[in-house]
């Protein structure tokens, strides 16, 4: 596998990979890593299990600063089905991000990649999603606030070894807390590329950025905001016509995943509230019967901890979610808690009816910010626990969504003082579309 050519860089190690979805549909795959030294390679070959075909694609990379950091080379290739979006490819998508090149991911298929090819080869795997439809089991894994404290690496080591198989990791947001350190050490964003890569290189983890994300120091002359994530990190956005890689969709087999920017501006007449307007009437329920949406800030928390800091977007956006059938909203910030079915959109300003009501109609909100951050539990609670909370603990952990066909889903939270295989909070979910009976349960049984 060594090119005599590529023999200079021999020793530059390939690390921190991480892979995530490439496009809408889940046919394209963006891999990542970084080099430090030089440059190394650009290239990642992979072949579909079985066989012997070896196919390639070339990224690009590019350093950044902070303050006085540098990075290294930081490199994004795309993989992605060429023939389907071909048009895109040189229009479109991706074109100021990555090179890349042909080739055929298909649905439901093994794939080995290899990157450092001649230098420090190291070779993953990863396994491409169901096409989007209605029938195919999924199950997804939650994670938020992971940070990289010893809670962390506990919380990924359940995740890991959870008999249920998370097959992709939705994540809510905060990273690697480099904004916790000293001038936002930007080390500390390569250890936690380091540290998560044994899970990152295998299956996608789908980001949402969070607060710790922000980054912005203007202290240390960093104005701008979310440069260590842009540069780190990709998100397949154009493919869903949004313009910032912060807030965009994909479908994952039967679900429609829609990823919000708590941190962006979503008031009337913004990019986001404008792209996210056009979003809701593409999802179709026929096809992917489970609409998720992700955010970082909650807009139903009963902690005393970033109490009420979602109120805003709540405003903005409720509505939409009832009309158009959002199953279940996901979001970190605080640790764990399930809200009942319940919707506060009767409010106008004037009419003082201000409080969450039980709806049918309305998704389920579930905080699932205790990856094991670096800021320690927040235990305090607003007293006595507000009727809209049906179930809340604080402690760090992991959940797992099993979606088993377009009306059940099955919820566990999974606390890291427990078992790996022990339900610390389960719910079943029946689809607000195809079964919109009563999901939320007033008592925690
Ligand atoms: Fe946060």
Redesign the pocket.
């Known amino acids: 596998m060594i090119c005599p050519e590529l023999r200079f860089f021999i020793w530059v190690f390939h690390k921190k990979v991480h892979i995530t979805q490439g496009d809408l549909e889940g046919k394209a795959l963006i891999v990542s890593w970084v080099t430090q030294k030089a440059r190394g390679s650009n290239l990642v070959l992979y072949w579909k299990e079985h066989s012997n075909k070896m196919l390639k694609a070339h990224g690009k990379s590019k350093k950044y600063n902070f303050y006085n950091y540098t990075s290294g080379h930081i490199h994004h290739c795309t993989i992605r089905n060429l023939e389907v979006h071909h048009h895109h490819y040189h229009n479109l998508f991706y074109h100021s991000v990555s090179d890349f090149v042909v080739l055929f991911l298909q649905y439901d298929t093994k794939y080995y990649y290899m990157v450092g090819v001649g230098q420090t080869e190291r070779t993953f795997w990863f396994l491409t999603p169901p096409k989007p439809g209605p029938d195919v089991p999924y199950t997804v894994g939650l994670i938020?606030?992971l940070g990289q404290s010893f809670d962390s690496n506990i919380t990924l080591t359940h995740y890991e070894n959870n008999p249920l198989k998370g097959q992709t990791i939705l994540f809510v947001?905060?990273f690697s807390y480099a904004d916790t350190y000293p001038n936002h050490d930007n080390n500390r964003w390569d250890i936690w590329g380091r540290f998560v890569e044994r899970s990152t290189a295998y299956q996608p983890w789908i980001w949402t950025v969070?607060?710790?994300e922000l980054d912005f120091a203007p202290q240390t002359g960093e104005t701008k905001p979310f440069q260590p994530f842009k540069h780190r990190y990709r998100t397949p956005h154009r493919s869903s016509g949004s313009t910032e890689p912060f807030w965009y969709s994909i479908k994952r087999g039967l679900a429609y995943i829609i990823v919000l920017a708590s941190y962006s501006a979503y008031g009337k007449y913004t990019p986001q509230y404008m792209w996210l307007e056009q979003e809701f009437p593409k999802v179709n329920k026929t096809e992917t019967p489970w609409l998720i949406v992700l955010m970082?800030?909650m807009w139903y928390n009963s902690y005393d901890y970033?109490y009420m800091e979602g109120e805003t977007m709540r405003a903005m956006y409720e509505l939409w979610f009832i009309k158009n059938k959002v199953d279940v909203i996901f979001a970190?910030?605080?640790h764990g808690e399930r809200s009942e079915c319940i919707s506060n959109i009767a409010y106008n300003l004037v009419n003082g009816i201000c409080s969450p009501v039980k709806d049918l109609s309305a998704p389920v909100y579930i905080t699932i910010?205790d990856g094991g951050?670096l800021e320690g539990l927040s235990t305090i609670m607003t007293e006595p626990q507000p009727k809209y909370s049906a179930f809340r603990d604080a402690s760090f952990g992991h959940a797992i969504s099993s979606i088993k066909n377009r009306t059940h889903t099955y919820y566990g939270w999974h606390r890291n003082q427990d078992g790996c295989a022990v339900d610390g909070d389960t719910m079943w979910f029946f689809n607000r579309f195809w079964h919109p009976i009563d999901d939320s349960p007033d008592d925690d049984s």
Do not use: L, R
Request: glycine fraction near 34%.
């Open positions: 938020g606030e947001g905060d969070g607060n710790h970082h800030s970033h970190g910030y605080v910010g951050n």
